[in-house]
């Protein structure tokens, strides 16, 4: 029991470890798990790990968890497979996952054959469960580089489409391995074997969707039910093709994946949300508890043989895909080479790679069972290779191609309404890019009355990421009338932007209990809540810009006529528009503040055109 709590207890500290260092949570976890495992047995009095999956499960019992636990990882890939992103892509992500794919799967296999003396099948396997990137090891690199907009886009949709694609690949090559057994004197079994596979994962996943969307869709399902009701038909559905023909599983998993997140229905968009905390847990068990299987005695096979193979795979064969898929594209060779360079293996290659290993060890195949040991560390190998190597110097690397995008200025703000729209002119009359996003069409079309960039959409649907220009936003406003819908938008762009990039009005509670501490990220670092600074805003010209030589002389103006105007926007030479917050930083060339009265404010409080101190009537 205790090393089992400690598997879940670790996995989550890599969780936050990585947040905090900014990297892939797959490199804590990995190195957690070589820690307690073989590493441990270098410094154990009696040699032994501080914890061992195999002493955790028993048996079969740990295949079954891998194998049911990589069925629902692959779900999760399957469902972020939307066939409409792919007819739209363009045509360098189209070639990334067709002629990409086909180098990594015959280069990665050739050179395996000849570097590490495995038999054709198993590094032709090999080569196929390298091809998997997925978004849990680009998706956080891109955040910390901040890539241009080209390389951006390229790598998020290679990362995201590639994940499901190459377990397919992974999976069929598996297949293709166990159909063989009888050898070439039985090619009618090989392809009989091959082709209920592929049957019965296909049946099996797309009856599994359509049971689902079916209960859905006629409201037979309770919604506090739906998310766990998901889980257990996707384990069930693995289960079930698992009886129908071994492996079949993993393909019925990413099949009925694939099939609900191409259809037409509303309430699914709400099980897409426990999809990240079932695949948090996971990954987090999964990379521990594996990593922590391999002895050390595997790692010392390797020898100087597999370093030439993982240098071959990072420095030729992924920059041949990569130039191959983009030739005639409009990516100049700086994008290019950077791009060839960030290319970090993730959790599916590792599961796929465990599950398969512990099959092929049991030498139920003709595969070499001391072939079959190699997999796993090599594969490890080129995960923790790639995702260090390529993820710490990523920043570096695209700074010395210039490839990284100018630290984005623009403002996006929850919201179209009268207070947004007031606010959204205040900031682009000061040349700040702003856009307004919103569900009402009323709204959205006053705004693009007054000449605002809009987007009507909902801020917190899985498709806004792909609907916004995120290369022009720094930051996020929350600005409607509803405090709770605020939270959520701040929440949900967290992570992309940072938490001291989104901020919010203050609400109600909070703008009337003055015990009630006031949260950094509320905006003006003021409490007002949505009604009051509505009513602020219907005067006629309700915005004063009050110019500055010093900070000081600001200082002064603040404490002085603090009971009489809400400092809104901070500006100075040089520097950005500032929305006023807690975390407002000070300028030393401050030139202007923009702020608006408060209500029954005594006239002679706040400066007018007579005083000494400069200002504009905006």
């Known amino acids: 029991m205790l090393e089992l709590a400690s598997i879940f207890v670790l996995g989550i500290f890599a969780q936050w470890l990585a947040w905090k260092i900014k990297q892939p949570a797959i490199l804590p976890l990995i190195l957690?798990?070589?820690?307690?495992?073989?590493?441990?047995?270098?410094?154990?009095?009696?040699?032994?790990?501080?914890?061992?999956?195999?002493?955790?499960?028993?048996?079969?019992?740990?295949?079954?968890?891998v194998s049911i636990a990589v069925g629902v990882i692959l779900f999760e890939g399957g469902l972020t497979l939307n066939l409409k992103e792919i007819r739209s892509l363009a045509g360098t992500v189209r070639n990334l996952l067709i002629i990409g794919a086909l180098i990594t799967f015959i280069g990665g296999g050739v050179s395996a054959h000849f570097i590490m003396g495995l038999s054709w099948q198993m590094s032709f396997l090999f080569g196929a469960l390298i091809i998997v990137s997925g978004p849990t090891v680009v998706i956080p690199i891109l955040r910390n580089v901040r890539p241009n907009t080209n390389v951006n886009t390229v790598l998020k949709w290679e990362g995201i489409l590639i994940d499901p694609l190459g377990a397919l690949i992974a999976v069929l090559m598996y297949e293709f391995i166990l159909s063989s057994k009888h050898g070439v004197d039985y090619p009618m079994e090989v392809f009989q074997d091959f082709f209920i596979t592929i049957s019965a994962g296909i049946v099996s996943g797309g009856l599994g969707a359509f049971f689902l969307y079916s209960l859905i869709k006629n409201n037979a399902l309770p919604g506090y039910l739906q998310n766990v009701f998901t889980l257990a038909l996707v384990i069930f559905t693995f289960a079930i093709s698992e009886m129908i023909h071994a492996e079949a599983g993993l393909m019925a998993a990413t099949v009925m994946g694939i099939a609900l997140a191409n259809v037409k229905l509303e309430?699914?968009?709400?099980?897409?949300?426990?999809?990240?905390?079932?695949?948090?847990?996971?990954?987090?068990?999964?990379?521990?508890?594996?990593?922590?299987?391999?002895?050390?005695?595997?790692?010392?096979?390797?020898?100087?043989?597999?370093?030439?193979?993982?240098l071959i795979i990072i420095l030729i064969v992924r920059p041949i895909g990569v130039l191959l898929s983009t030739?005639?594209?409009?990516?100049?060779?700086?994008?290019?080479?950077?791009?060839?360079?960030?290319?970090?293996?993730?959790?599916?290659?590792?599961?796929v790679a465990s599950l398969f290993s512990l099959d092929l060890i049991k030498g139920d195949t003709h595969i070499d069972p001391k072939e079959a040991e190699l997999l796993l560390p090599l594969v490890f190998l080129i995960i923790v290779g790639?995702?260090?190597?390529?993820?710490?110097?990523?920043?570096?690397?695209?700074?010395?191609?210039?490839?990284?995008?100018?630290?984005?200025?623009?403002?996006?703000?929850?919201?179209?309404?009268?207070?947004?729209?007031?606010?959204?002119?205040?900031?682009?009359?000061?040349?700040?890019?702003?856009?307004l996003v919103d569900t009402s069409a009323p709204s959205i079309?006053?705004?693009?009355?007054?000449?605002?960039?809009?987007?009507?959409?909902?801020?917190?649907?899985?498709?806004?990421?792909?609907?916004?220009?995120?290369?022009?936003?720094?930051?996020?406003?929350?600005?409607?009338?509803?405090?709770?819908?605020?939270?959520?938008?701040?929440?949900?762009?967290?992570?992309?932007?940072?938490?001291?990039?989104?901020?919010?009005?203050?609400?109600?509670?909070?703008?009337?209990?003055?015990?009630?501490?006031?949260?950094?990220?509320?905006?003006?670092?003021?409490?007002?809540?949505?009604?009051t600074l509505v009513q602020l805003i219907r005067v006629k010209n309700p915005f004063s810009e009050i110019s500055f030589e010093s900070q000081s002389e600001y200082e002064g103006f603040r404490s002085k006529f603090a009971t009489g105007m809400i400092p809104l926007f901070l500006s100075g030479e040089g520097d950005e528009f500032q929305i006023i917050t807690g975390y407002t930083s000070k300028t030393d060339k401050l030139t202007s503040l923009v702020y608006v009265k408060k209500p029954n404010f005594d006239s002679e409080t706040v400066p007018d055109d007579d005083q000494d101190v400069e200002y504009i009537q905006s």
């Not at 932007?497 to 670092?525: C, Y």
Request: overall charge neutral.
């Open 32 to 65: 957690i798990g070589l820690a307690i495992g073989p590493i441990a047995t270098l410094f154990t009095a009696d040699g032994s790990k501080l914890i061992d999956g195999d002493a955790i499960f028993s048996g079969d019992l740990l295949f079954s968890f």
């Open 267 to 310: 309430e699914l968009k709400k099980i897409l949300s426990f999809k990240e905390d079932i695949s948090v847990i996971l990954i987090s068990v999964l990379f521990i508890l594996l990593s922590s299987r391999i002895d050390i005695i595997q790692i010392e096979k390797l020898g100087w043989e597999s370093l030439i193979l993982f």
């Open 327 to 351: 030739i005639g594209s409009h990516l100049n060779w700086r994008e290019i080479v950077f791009i060839s360079w960030i290319g970090p293996k993730g959790i599916v290659a590792a599961a």
């Open 386 to 435: 790639t995702v260090v190597l390529q993820g710490s110097s990523a920043k570096y690397v695209a700074s010395l191609l210039g490839v990284k995008r100018a630290e984005p200025k623009g403002i996006l703000i929850v919201g179209a309404n009268e207070l947004a729209r007031k606010i959204a002119q205040v900031i682009k009359d000061h040349g700040t890019y702003v856009l």
């Open 445 to 531: 079309k006053e705004a693009k009355k007054a000449g605002l960039k809009t987007l009507q959409s909902n801020i917190l649907s899985d498709q806004i990421f792909d609907e916004i220009d995120l290369s022009k936003i720094g930051k996020l406003v929350a600005m409607t009338s509803n405090s709770g819908l605020n939270d959520l938008a701040c929440t949900w762009f967290e992570k992309e932007l940072g938490e001291t990039n989104v901020f919010r009005l203050a609400s109600k509670e909070e703008a009337d209990n003055t015990n009630l501490p006031l949260p950094k990220n509320v905006l003006f670092n003021a409490r007002v809540d949505f009604v």
